[in-house]
């Protein structure tokens, strides 16, 4: 007899056949693929060496360096993506402030206007209550002057009675001064242009009746600050530091 041995060849690894890496197990080759994204392998007689203590020191090494290399990727990226969102905190921050300025302002505005309004209504007022007065008080001296014309037998002031016979020439009469009417018709026309503001007010009323008739006409006009000019004698008269009546202007 004659004894025939066959030897078979007995797998002891997985070779990666597109990178040529062998692989001791299935799981190995599996993790391989993955990170790899190889996808041929192939059975291999080809016996995998356990790794000598300074091979494992290397690979330890080679895998921290790795780690550190990622972590500090990583950390730029989160870095870069901290300081994009900071920036948009920023700008957010900016716009809300801007807003917050601009309806401030507003209000602001608001609040000037709607005092602007109170000033003219209560100039509007003190002139209406004026005039009342102003009225009241020619009403009077009207009744008191034909009560005593009645009185004393003279013809009633502003009746339809027959007129006296001519007096004789007299001499001129004294020149007149703007003391001795009772009222004074103003003419006032703005820096700005425009059509002119006509008034008729007591003679012996100040700049500042004025002035509160002016600021009841436009908003343009401040009581308290308004400058006034005249042109003949030309000077100008400021507010506060003027008390002219209007019958001298």
Known sequence: RVLI??????????????????????????YHAEKSGHDQFEES??????????????????????????????????????LANENIRRKAGRDMNEIREELKAKELKKDL?????????????????????????????????????LREGKPVPGSS???APAAPAAAPAPKTSGKDYPETRLQIR???????????????STLREVAE????????????????AMHFPSHSLILRKTNIPAGRL
Do not use: W
């Open 5 to 30: 041995v066959v030897e078979c060849a007995v797998r002891q690894s997985i070779k990666c056949s597109q990178c040529g890496k062998v692989f001791k197990n299935t799981a190995l080759a599996n």
């Open 161 to 163: 009675a027959a007129p």
């Open 113 to 149: 206007e709607a005092k602007k309004r109170e000033k003219i209504e209560e100039a509007q007022a003190r002139a209406r209550v004026k005039a009342q007065i102003e009225a009241d008080k020619r009403e009077r001296a009207e009744k008191a002057a034909r009560e005593k014309a």
């Open 45 to 82: 007689t080809e016996e995998v060496k356990p790794l000598t203590e300074e091979e494992k020191t290397q690979r330890l090494a080679d895998l921290k360096e790795k780690m550190a290399a990622k972590r500090a990727v990583k950390a730029k990226e989160e870095a870069k993506e901290h």
């Open 213 to 228: 008739f002016l600021a009841a006409q436009t908003l343009s006009v401040d009581a308290e600050t308004v400058t006034f």
């Open 190 to 204: 703005m820096a700005s242009g425009g059509q002119p503001y006509t008034t008729t007010l007591p003679s012996d």
